[in-house]
């Protein structure tokens, strides 16, 4: 198990493989499983196969509950820019930091990247399950900053279900890096499930805050869209270029360099 993980072409045709079943499983567009390769071979170059595991188990269980009770948000996917189908920023959105990380681990090895790369996966993992499964909750979810309820789906928002979801996905990530690398530590495991809620927790505050919100002048609808019911919509909140995207890599980056800084004082 340990040479597969560590050779090179096992791993090279794993990623190749990786992307392919997210294209044809609908779950990448082309551009998002090309971006899934170029991740997947900077995250090869700093941790092998181990890495490999533990961003595919985001990826398995992401795209899971994308999927999953597909039914119920049909009618809410007309509130986000984009689909469930995944392209390239959005694939670098969450992978980006992680193959960055990766990368700069194989050019300067040092143990602090392995909690930052950990960190950066518990965050996105956390993330989207709290948004996947969050979304899916039947009470009306509240805004942390208006501290007042508000239309599910609406980004800011968050349910009970959708806090434990953000604490599952951080602790499986957390528990699975424990298996993954000796060096992390019991003591590792709860800063991780930590840090991954703290990078969630982030995204909601940032997504509430400085990420753009559009009003359609037509239908009335709050939307993520520039373009609704074929007329262009108005910012009623945010910075423009601030889209969903952007809160992502934001969040997660900042997370795993709080995390980074950590390890050298908790061990
Ligand atoms: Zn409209």
Known sequence: MTALLENDIVLIVGIVVLAWIGFTWKALTFSGAIGTFLVGI?????????????????????????????????????MHEKGSRRDMVQVLANGGV?????????????????YGFVVSIAVANSDTWASEIGTLSRKQPFSILRLEKVEPGTSGAISSLGTLAAIAGASLIAIASYFLWDGITTMAIFWIIIFGVVGCFIDTILGATVQSAYR?????????KKI????????????????????????????????????????
């Open 98 to 114: 992680p193959a960055l990380i990766g990368m700069m681990a194989y050019f300067f090895p040092a143990e602090y990247w392995t």
């Open 42 to 78: 900077f995250i090869a170059m700093g941790f092998q196969g181990y890495g490999l595991l533990l961003i595919g188990l985001f990826f398995v269980t992401s795209s899971y509950w994308s999927k999953y009770n597909r039914k119920k948000k049909e009618n809410m996917e007309d």
């Open 216 to 224: 359609c002048k037509e239908c009335g609808k709050l939307v993520e």
């Open 228 to 267: 609704h019911c074929l007329q262009p919509t108005i910012l009623v909140k945010g910075v423009s270029f601030v889209n969903n995207d952007v809160v992502n890599i934001s969040s997660i980056l900042l997370a795993s360099i709080l995390m980074m800084f950590l390890s050298f004082f908790v061990r």
